[in-house]
């Protein structure tokens, strides 16, 4: 997610069931064409993936410990243009500017976020599974475990995550406290909740 514009790159060695992330300069590309009409005949389903797969970004790239302001404000702005246009995106498939914002969401903004900080667990967690099962998507996968995730990471970071799924869980006050609430918000919001009905395996 968002690798036209960033340094990573994943590479699956199916006989080994190995899925390693790789990271080199070499790899930024020249040129990236991002078109939103080549994008209104995506599935829901994978709509829905890719969508996480940039939210997961972006949770990640703000709460590592490389995390930064930027990465961080990026965060913000990703899980607020996922949060808007995935619905609308998920209901009105030809809607161009719904295509255009997660399109901007996961390529420039995680693309960028990731490219600026790091990640850690939920990728950690997720590429052995997609190595081993090659037919969960990952975006699904990063889906499936992103509620855990947060729950376990929040008390570190109760104010960054907070501000990041404010959009999600207006409640939310950023203390350690309130780790429950994320973890059984989030997990049946309506954003997983639509990536569930559109599971296909
Ligand atoms: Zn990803």
Known sequence: MGTEVNRFAVVSISEKEYKPAIAYDCIYPMYSIDDTA?????PTYQTSYVSVDALNHVVETATCKAAN??????AQETARLVVKYLPQALTHPNDLMARYYLLYASLIIGGIAFDNSLLHFTYALEHPLSAVKPELSH???LGILLPAVVKQIYAATPEVLASIFSTIVPELKGVPSEAEKPYMLISTSRTINRINKNTII
């Open 69 to 74: 302001p930027f990465s961080i404000l990026l």
């Open 38 to 42: 080549l994008m209104v005949k995506l």
């Open 139 to 141: 975006g699904l996968g």
